[in-house]
T-cell receptor
Framework: KAGVTQTPRYLIKTRGQQVTLSCSPISGHRSVSWYQQTPGQGLQFLFEYFSETQRNKGNFPGRFSGRQFSNSRSEMNVSTLELGDSALYLC?????????????FGSGTQLSVL | AQSVAQPEDQVNVAEGNPLTVKCTYSVSGNPYLFWYVQYPNRGLQFLLKYITGDNLVKGSYGFEAEFNKSQTSFHLKKPSALVSDSALYFCAVRDTLGGVGGYQKVTFGTGTKLQVIP
């Protein structure tokens, strides 16, 4: 069974640009969540999608957005990039997003903003 | 609101010695608690979870964690450390109260780097 797949693995952008990250969950998983990882800050929750609907949202500005498609694949978009957006972006999937479910993580997309 | 704290940025332990990585939490209801491990340039991998029942939870790679409700702690332990255990460890919590439609986001700690010295 394939794991969670994130593309691309690395991205280099300049300030002001926008970027789209992609995540394909494990087959059969309908919940996808996104996290930003930076040194010293740990993992910060961005948002969670289930059945194409955003179910939970973290405390990030509106420049960060996402969506989920009918096949459960998800994309995350960041507009007007800032230097502080440089981070590892992790996607995780689970069956239904239930509170007692473990998360399966992808390897992440390393975003560098110059 | 839920929160989790990992008070140590780094833990150093000699190979063969027991290890402990600390985690404390705060929730309004009851906690669902998780430990994840991250190896260099990799995503996180699930180690173990506490939902209810026995306070001592056993997980992957010989790790275990003890849930202590009075101290609101969920420390990760291993009787004998291996060099290959060197990695970044994250504690995470989900509250049984709150969230949207009963679904709560996951809150992670800032992580503890475990260094096992040969």
């Amino acid at each position: 069974k394939a794991g969670v797949t994130q593309t691309p693995r690395y991205l280099i952008k300049t300030r002001g640009q926008q970027v789209t990250l992609s995540c394909s969950p494990i087959s059969g998983h309908r919940s996808v969540s996104w996290y930003q990882q930076t040194p010293g800050q740990g993992l910060q929750f961005l948002f969670e999608y289930f059945s194409e609907t955003q179910r939970n949202k973290g405390n990030f500005p509106g420049r960060f957005s996402g969506r989920q498609f009918s096949n459960s694949r998800s994309e995350m978009n960041v507009s007007t990039l800032e230097l502080g957006d440089s981070a590892l972006y992790l996607c995780a999937s689970s069956l239904t997003g239930g509170n007692n479910e473990k998360l399966f993580f992808g390897s992440g997309t390393q975003l560098s903003v110059l | 609101a839920q929160s989790v704290a990992q008070p140590e940025d780094q833990v150093n332990v000699a190979e063969g010695n027991p290890l402990t990585v600390k985690c404390t939490y705060s929730v309004s209801g009851n906690p669902y608690l998780f430990w994840y491990v991250q190896y260099p340039n990799r995503g996180l991998q699930f180690l173990l979870k506490y939902i209810t029942g026995d306070n001592l939870v056993k997980g992957s790679y010989g790790f275990e964690a003890e849930f202590n409700k009075s101290q609101t702690s969920f420390h990760l332990k291993k009787p004998s450390a291996l060099v290959s255990d060197s990695a970044l460890y994250f504690c995470a919590v989900r509250d049984t109260l709150g969230g949207v439609g009963g679904y709560q986001k996951v809150t992670f700690g800032t992580g503890t780097k475990l260094q096992v010295i040969p």
